[in-house]
């Protein structure tokens, strides 16, 4: 099932795009918790405690280990699934001590995504090592001379070929046209920002068209009159 998730660590944009919309998840990554938490005081915990407190407690939310052994990311998953309850996955990177951390936390129950991922070979690891999700830097990787769509699409297929049960998301999406070559790909996740979200929502045709509708209705029935004032 296709999901939308916001990529996120700034508190009001969660709560104005969770009025808003269909969103099947949450995440931030360090980058994102640093430029919406720097000069702000507020502690990295604090903030993903303020998140979940408004997204509630089934919502998936994914926050990032920090560490460059597998002992220190083990230990930072911990942490953070103790300090930020309800439905929290764990970041863990696509490298040899990541492979490994997932791993021993899916022997502890605790769910994970394989971030950072740029090749096909490097997602097959982390699927097989036990992560629930792995995110390809579809942008990123793009600028550095690969092909983020056709990655997602060559990573979803063998995932389906050989019955490994991961969901592939399409991380680091810059463009509305982005959003649906991932999807058109297999991209089961995509990570985006509200700004992206909203450039998906609209388009002038759409505005237009409303502007004919409403001018039609109100040159019959007169201005301001809806269909809940006709219902007695």
Not at 51 to 66: C, S
Not at 208 to 213: A, S
Request: charged share 20%.
């Amino acid at each position: 099932m296709l999901e939308f998730c916001l990529d996120t660590g700034d508190l009001e944009m969660v709560k104005a795009a969770s009025k808003v919309y269909p969103l099947g998840c949450y995440s931030m990554n360090p980058t994102i918790a640093v430029n919406c938490l720097k000069g702000t005081g507020k502690s990295f915990i604090q903030n993903a405690r303020d998140i979940r407190e408004v997204i509630g407690d089934e919502m998936p939310f994914f926050l990032e280990a920090m560490g460059d052994t597998a002992e220190e990311l083990v230990e930072d998953a911990r942490a953070m699934v103790a300090a930020v309850t309800g439905n929290t996955l764990v970041k863990i990177p696509a490298c040899p001590e990541g492979y490994k951390a997932i791993a021993a936390l899916k022997a502890e129950g605790i769910r994970t995504s394989c971030t950072a991922v740029y090749t096909f070979n490097q997602a097959m690891l982390a699927a097989l090592a036990g992560a629930e999700y792995v995110a390809v830097y579809v942008s990123r990787l793009d600028r550095n001379g690969g092909n983020g769509i056709e990655t997602v699409r060559r990573i979803k297929q063998a995932f389906l070929d050989h019955g490994i049960d991961c969901i592939v998301s399409a991380a680091s999406i810059k463009s509305a046209g982005e959003v649906e070559r991932a999807i058109e790909a297999g991209a089961d996740n995509i990570a985006l920002n509200l700004e992206l979200l909203e450039q998906m929502a609209v388009h002038p045709m759409t505005a237009g068209t409303l502007e004919t509708f409403k001018s039609d209705w109100e040159g019959l029935f007169g201005v301001g009159v809806r269909i809940a004032n006709m219902v007695s």
